[in-house]
């Protein structure tokens, strides 16, 4: 019905914006004041800014609770904030803070972020987060309670106070490898700011995030995101406010990236970060910043081209379901066989905020390519604009908002790298990523080294050459990710199949789990591990490779 109510009005919308009224648009805060010119209707519009609470899904111990307030397009809607007050609580426990603030608001952006100091009654808690805004808008008072959109719940924020830091072996560090922020802003969406999500990502234990906003918001004008500036304004300050940030990087590092849209071997728009790359890659296929202007500017073979030799190119969630609607009218594809094999990809994020069959499929194709001698690695984000406690998005552009609270949040699913003793920077944590040295995990975490007879160690993401082997396998979780569940070696032999060598599925292992075997590696070959935790939970490692050549 809808559908039909489209297109037979297709004359009272102007062209370039219609397509936003059929597009599925998911992960994301939702931009509430957009509306069409000719015909103004929006059941969730408000003639007050966006106003947001947000806060961390989990807490790392000995950090203080980062409290977000977002307003923004309150240079439309001008507001004068008079206090906040953020109640946190668990049971019979609860600390309460009022912040006066009097401030007169009137910027397209605004954020401030309030921390807390939570006693050690919460740890191991789930914390409930309330935030009451107060404000005043044209002589009238406006109160507002975690948000203020039109049919979502308002309901708590809720955060997971740790006990324990996330389980990771010596020397690895966890991080966002897909986050979008406040420079992917449109009619529909906006993400948080760079230094607001930096607090963010520390107090969840992550040590880095890489900023891969959609190339074709980076290409705006800062005032109007349907016009595009040649002069790319948008992507130098990125690139600028990245920079300055990382020169101080208080214990978390940002990777500059950008999310590609590019065609497919069909022809058809598919997604690829390209991290490390100074130079803008254009675009603008699925945009629906013009009418029937579908068709990308770039192939996907035309960005390997483009990009810098030490720029890495990993193809993003290349498994996921595409949306009908947004076939017909964005001309979004799947990755085809022909992208898959491409030789210039690192690799894939496979992970992307949510262990679900895109996931699944993703990691059986991944499988497939190792079998096939293919090095290409596998990492995780999760594609969050903002989002850090619970995703908010439009469901039906002008019609519905929607919310989920347990899905796609930043920072739950990880990439993990293996830094060893190196310093925490940008130029360290790629070297890692080019070479493999990842795991994706949800929490746990699982190591392997191999050892042979010469005492020469090998790690995840190395290359071995061919023999007999004592691989030491090293599980760990925690309380708040589960209790061990499945563990297995597997061992694969390009050109035939992979095989289990260690197995402890189905069987209660505990928080940490450690064991050693005998292995006689033959070359062409690859060792990997896999860990489920009965919260299902879980941790996939890369290979470690076996070459003949080094033999």
């Given at each position: 019905m809808i559908l039909i109510a489209v297109f037979s009005g297709l004359s009272l919308y102007p062209p370039e914006n219609l397509l936003y009224l059929m597009i599925p648009v998911f992960l994301l805060y939702p931009e509430i004041h957009y509306r069409f010119k000719y015909f103004p209707f929006s059941r969730y519009f408000r003639k007050e800014p966006e106003i947001l609470a947000d806060a961390p899904y989990r807490l790392e111990?000995?950090?203080p609770l980062p409290v977000l307030v977002m307003i923004k397009d309150s240079d439309r809607f001008p507001i004068h904030i008079t206090r906040v007050e953020i109640l946190v609580r668990h049971a019979r426990d609860q600390v309460?803070?009022?912040?006066?603030?009097?401030?007169?608001?009137?910027?397209?952006?605004?954020?401030?972020?309030?921390?807390?100091?939570?006693p050690a009654a919460f740890r191991g808690k789930h914390a409930l987060v309330d935030v009451t805004i107060h404000a005043e808008a044209k002589?009238?008072?406006?109160?507002?309670?975690?948000d203020n959109f039109t049919g979502l719940s308002q309901q708590s924020l809720r955060v997971f106070c740790a006990e324990v830091p996330l389980p990771l072996p010596p020397g690895w560090i966890a991080g966002d490898i897909h986050y979008h922020s406040h420079y992917t802003s449109d009619q529909v969406e906006y993400g948080a700011s760079l230094e607001d999500t930096r607090i963010m990502a520390r107090s969840a234990g992550l040590k880095f995030f890489a900023v891969t906003d959609h190339s074709y918001d980076l290409d705006d004008a800062w005032d109007n995101y349907l016009t595009r500036d040649p002069f790319l304004p948008k992507w130098k300050d990125q690139i600028n406010a990245i920079d300055r940030l990382n020169a101080n990087p208080d214990g978390c590092v940002l990777l500059q990236g950008e999310e590609v849209t590019c065609a497919n071997a069909d022809g058809r728009n598919i997604h690829c970060l390209v991290l490390n790359n100074r130079e803008y890659l254009p675009g603008s296929g699925d945009s629906a910043e013009q009418w029937l202007k579908t068709r990308s500017e770039l192939l996907l073979t035309d960005v390997s081209r483009r990009t810098a030799s030490e720029a890495l190119i990993i193809a993003a969630h290349p498994a996921e379901e595409v949306p009908i609607l947004q076939r017909w009218l964005i001309r979004r594809g799947n990755w085809t066989d022909a992208d898959w094999n491409q030789p210039f990809l690192h690799g894939f994020q496979i992970l992307n905020g949510a262990d679900n069959r895109?996931?699944?499929?993703?990691?059986?194709?991944?499988?497939?390519?190792?079998?096939?001698?293919?090095?290409?690695?596998?990492?995780a984000g999760n594609d969050a604009h903002g989002n850090f406690n619970r995703f908010r998005q439009v469901r039906l552009p002008m019609i519905t908002l929607h919310e989920r609270l347990d899905y796609q949040l930043f920072g739950w699913a990880k990439t993990l790298v293996r830094l060893d003793d190196r310093p925490l920077n940008p130029e360290n944590i790629f070297h890692a990523i080019r070479n493999g040295a990842v795991m994706i995990s949800t929490g746990p975490s699982v190591e392997i080294q191999l050892q042979n007879p010469d005492s020469n160690q090998y790690s995840i993401g190395n290359i071995a050459p061919p023999?007999?082997?004592?691989?030491i396998i090293n599980a760990q979780s925690t309380a708040e990710f589960g209790m061990i569940t499945k563990l297995q070696l597997i061992q694969g032999r390009v050109g035939s199949s992979e095989m289990t060598v260690a197995d402890n599925?189905?069987?209660?292992?505990?928080?940490?789990?450690?064991?050693s075997l005998k292995l006689n590696l033959p070359a062409n070959a690859y060792v990997r591990a896999v860990l489920e935790t009965d919260k299902n939970h879980l941790?996939?490692?890369?290979?470690?490779?076996?070459?003949?050549?080094?033999?």
């Open positions: 111990p000995g950090q309460q803070e009022e912040y006066g603030m009097g401030e007169a608001i009137s910027r397209p952006f605004w954020s401030r972020i309030f921390e807390i100091n939570l002589g009238k008072k406006v109160v507002v309670r975690n895109s996931f699944r499929n993703a990691l059986a194709r991944w499988k497939e390519l190792l079998l096939q001698g293919r090095r290409v690695c596998i990492y023999g007999n082997y004592s691989a599925a189905n069987t209660a292992l505990g928080y940490k789990k450690s064991f941790c996939v490692t890369n290979p470690i490779w076996i070459d003949g050549a080094l033999h």
